[in-house]
């Protein structure tokens, strides 16, 4: 079992800047990739960036620029750093782990953290 719990969301003013942090607990030996997705009020989830146990990264193009995907092995937590703020970017943010023997679809997530951005 791997249980993830994000954090670092808020509300914040257009134009800065957050960091979000998912920690995974459990059986963190059996994730191979942790996903970051965001669902905008009255929106489909989408993804924003993945990183690899290798390091590698995807992070997606309408956001490239702004989101920094990050990990800290010894702490089991991947981080989401997002600058120069913007209205669209309000959301809820989940992170999801794939899992070694286990279909993508079935990993678990967390529970979300909110971000808002004010104008």
């Known amino acids: 079992q791997v249980q993830l719990v994000e954090s670092g969301g808020g509300l914040v003013q257009a134009g800065g800047s957050l960091t979000l942090s998912c920690a995974a607990s459990?059986?963190?030996?059996?994730?191979?990739?942790i996903a970051w997705y965001r669902q905008a009020p009255g929106m489909q989830r989408e993804l924003v960036a993945t990183?690899?146990?290798?390091?590698?990264?995807y992070v997606a193009d309408s956001v490239k620029d702004r989101f920094t995907i990050s990990r800290d092995n010894a702490k089991n937590t991947v981080y989401l750093q997002i600058n120069t703020l913007k209205l669209e970017d309000t959301a809820v943010y989940y992170c999801?782990?794939?899992?070694?023997?286990?279909?993508?679809?079935?990993?678990?997530w967390g529970r979300g953290t909110h971000v808002t951005v004010s104008p």
């Open positions: 999801h782990a794939d899992l070694t023997g286990l279909p993508t679809e079935f990993g678990p």
């Open positions: 459990g059986n963190t030996f059996n994730i191979n990739t």
């Open positions: 990183i690899n146990n290798d390091g590698s990264q």
